[in-house]
C-alpha cells in the first residue's frame, strides 16, 4: 500500500510564505510592479505557476526567465523559512506520519507540485523530515509539455516498482490532498483519495469533485488510519 501526500496546505501551512517569496523574487528581477494576485496557485504545479506569473506580468517566459525566478524563489524562501522549524505542520500530521511508518507493508510518499529543492525546505521549515517519504513525484516530475499533475500518479506507481520490485494495482495506492486538483489527478490514474480540507476547499466540495472520503483535517489519526488501511 502507498500513501501519497500532496505538501502545501495538506501537510503544512507556511501562511503565504511561497507566494510572499516568489513576490519578493519576482519585483527583484523584473521590477517593482511584478504581482502575484492575479495567479492561480493552490493545488498546480510549481513550473506552471512560474510561467504564468511570468505570462501575468508581461514578461517572456524563456527558459532564462523561468531560471531566474526560479533562482530567486529558492533564494527567498529559504530566508523566510529559517530558521527550520519555524513553522508548524497542520493538526494531526506528524501523528498520522508516525503511525502510518509503523505499519508493515505501507509505504509513504510525496505527490505534490512543488519543485524537490523548495518542497524539501518547506517541509524542514515545519519540522518533517523529508526522509519519511520513501518516494517523492515533484512538480518538475512530468516530461510532458504542458505538464499536468494527471502525470505524476503514474510516476509514483514506478517509482515504487523500482524499490520494491512489486507492481502495485493503483487502488492500492492514496492521494491525500486539499484541492480538487488533488482529486482529480488520482480518479485519473484509479487512486483512491482522502480530501482534507485545510485549504482553501472544504471537506464537502472535494467529496463533490469524487474524493473517496474527506474530512476536515487529519487529527483523527485512528479514523484516518482506519480508512487509509481499510478497503476504502
Ligand atoms: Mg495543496
Redesign the pocket.
Known sequence: MLVLF?????LINTTGSGIRALESAGRAIFGPSFRTDRTEV??RLDPLILRDLLRDNGVEDTAENLGRLRAGYRERITEILRPPGSERPLPGVPELLLALSGVKGVMLGLL??NFADTGRIKLRACGIDPGVFAIAVWGDGSSHDPPSRDHLPPLALSAYRQRTGVSLPPDRATIV???P??VRCALASGMRCLGVGT?SYPAEELSRCGAHRAVADLSDTDGVLGWLLGPG
Open positions: 500532496d505538501i502545501d496546505s495538506t493552490a493545488g505534490t507540485g490532498g486539499d484541492t486538483h488533488d485549504g
